[in-house]
């Protein structure tokens, strides 16, 4: 029986770990300002998504920063560079793992950019 128990408590831990409702891995914005090396896209819906109630009008910025193996490209797959984005470009961004996005997690490297507009 305590063997059953211990068994039934991993798989609800297994299935809530997998399970996260703000787990986000690719989204499209718009670039609101280019930083140095990175990109601010306003995420303040990442940020709520999955609230209910009262939210709160507070906007969020999301760092989008980039690792050596970042991929720049258009939506055909054509190869671009940093420097071929502005502000204003909508973008879909693939992030390095599966991210939570709230309130105090708002920094991300992104393994894709790809340039919609």
């Known amino acids: 029986m305590k063997k059953i128990s211990v068994f039934l408590i991993m798989i609800c831990l297994i299935l809530t770990a997998c399970n996260s409702n703000n787990s986000i891995t690719t989204f499209q914005k718009t ?8 990109f601010l ?3 303040s819906d990442e940020v709520n998504r999955g609230k209910k109630g009262n ?3 507070i906007g969020y910025y999301c760092g989008i920063t980039f690792i050596n193996t970042t991929k720049f490209i258009d939506r055909k797959g054509n190869s671009l560079q940093f420097e ?3 502000m ?3 973008i879909r961004i693939t992030l390095s793992k599966p991210q ?5 997690n ?4 992104a393994t ?3 340039l919609l507009n």
């Open 55 to 57: 939210i709160n009008s």
């Open 31 to 38: 670039i609101d300002i280019i930083d140095g090396g990175k």
């Open 100 to 104: 939570d996005i709230s309130e105090s």
């Open 88 to 90: 204003g470009d909508s």
């Open 84 to 86: 071929d984005f502005s």
């Open 106 to 109: 708002t920094q991300f490297d």
């Open 41 to 43: 896209v306003n995420c």
């Open 112 to 114: 894709e950019i790809v």
